[in-house]
């Protein structure tokens, strides 16, 4: 059995049709910047956000050009600055130390468990260290949020998620993006809703959201928002605050909105598919499933397995089989940093100590995107292949070392 897959790891569905119609219609009235309204009109910038605010049950919610922008603007009105340290997840990509930099300010890496969510108790230790934690809700894994969220509060520190692989997740019901003072998404091409560029911010804290609406660029407009702090809020704010621009206009707001109202059939479809491919491979010998918690509600826009253990020359020869089979994994402990993967070390802007039990997993992380252009029988064809490179790996190094 040699089965080859031909399907894309990077194509997205395309946009719904009122997408396509809303946008057509901005662009035919011309209106696209955000504050560019005729008479009584509410923006599309504006209702995107009513929408998502309802949707999160935040009070606030604030539109913005990408999801490493929202990140930048939540960190600077919490008032994180030059010279600070942040609490943030080894386990990462790029955008997220990149966030912090962006700031001035330093990130203190913090472990990653075998279910690859940040380690709580390598986290307990770390917490003296600074008063601000940006959470990397990581390739949609959730940590216990109780747990996390009382050692915060007990400790001072703020929470800051980023929720760029958990729009439409929850854990115990709480939805992603509602624990901390800010949830930060990202509209990007690869993550749920899909307007090439663009990213939200959610919040209830009235002073803080009204700092990131001045810093988005809201000139003195701020009272065109709707999802936003009452007008005297800005009072001094208003004066105090710099115009950092990184606003969403009309037309990707437009193409946004009815992917948002279908978020919750996405996230069944994506689901589906992970579920296919995680009974197809939970026999595997030698490789390792993280453990969904039940408390946990997650969106699988991504499946991850763990060759926990494997050598280096064993991985790659998984990721070189996969590969000639059609199946494009990608694998989060390779020295240099490839394509979207990347690894806490490889930022040279932000030393940091080694991390010997976190280094361990990622050696063992293996990532594959799930496009919803994908059937439910390709996952089942993915998960077969997977399998068999994987036994036939595995055997091949236990002879190995039989000698
Ligand atoms: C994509 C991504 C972001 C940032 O989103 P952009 O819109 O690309 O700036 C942040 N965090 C994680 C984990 C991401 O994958």
Redesign the pocket.
């Given at each position: 059995m040699s089965e080859i897959f031909h399907g894309s790891f990077t194509q997205q569905e395309p946009i719904p049709q009122a997408g396509i119609d809303a946008a057509l219609a901005v662009m035919k009235h011309g209106r696209l910047h955000r504050y560019n309204t005729s008479g009584d009109e509410i923006a599309e910038t504006a209702q995107l956000e009513v929408e998502f605010a309802a949707q999160t049950g935040a009070r606030y919610c604030l539109a913005v050009a990408?999801?490493?922008y929202a990140?930048t603007t939540a960190l600077r009105a919490c008032r994180v600055g030059h010279g600070d340290k942040v609490l943030t997840n080894a386990f990462?990509?790029a955008?997220?130390p990149g966030a912090i930099a962006a700031v001035g300010a330093e990130p203190v890496y913090v472990g990653v468990t075998q279910d690859l969510v940040i380690d709580l108790d390598d986290l307990a230790t770390k917490l003296p260290l600074a008063k601000t934690l940006l959470l990397?809700h990581?390739r949609g894994h959730i940590c216990d949020m109780g747990r996390l969220m009382t050692l915060c509060d007990n400790a001072g520190v703020t929470v800051i998620e980023?929720c760029?692989?958990t729009m439409g997740a929850a854990w115990d019901g709480v939805p992603s993006g509602r624990w901390g003072k800010f949830g930060c998404y990202?509209t990007?091409t690869y993550?749920h809703v899909n307007s090439g560029?663009g990213?939200l911010l959610i919040s209830d804290d009235s002073k803080a959201m009204a700092r990131a609406i001045m810093l988005s660029g809201s000139y003195m407009l701020f009272e065109k928002h709707r999802a936003a702090p009452p007008p005297e809020t800005f009072a001094q704010i208003k004066y105090e605050t710099p115009n950092i621009s990184g606003r969403m206009d009309n037309l990707r707001a437009a193409i946004l909105r009815p992917q948002l109202r279908d978020l919750g059939t996405l996230a069944q479809r994506w689901n589906d598919r992970y579920r296919v491919l995680e009974d197809a491979l939970a026999q595997t010998t030698g490789l390792k499933l993280p453990v969904r918690p039940a408390a946990e509600s997650f969106v699988a826009s991504s499946f991850q397995f763990l060759l926990l253990d494997w050598s280096t020359d064993a991985v790659s020869e998984v990721l070189a089989r996969c590969k000639s089979r059609g199946v494009e994994l990608k694998w989060f402990g390779g020295a240099e940093p490839a394509g979207f993967t990347s690894r806490y070390d490889s930022w040279r802007y932000a030393p940091s100590p080694a991390m010997p039990d976190t280094d361990r997993i990622l050696a063992g992380i293996i990532d594959m995107r799930l496009p919803l252009t994908f059937s439910l029988e390709d996952c089942a064809m993915i998960g077969r292949i997977i399998n068999d490179v994987v036994n036939t790996v595995y055997q091949g190094q236990a002879a190995q070392s039989r000698g």
């Open positions: 990408s999801g490493g990140m990462t990509l955008p997220v990397s990581m980023d760029a692989h990202s990007q993550k560029e990213g």
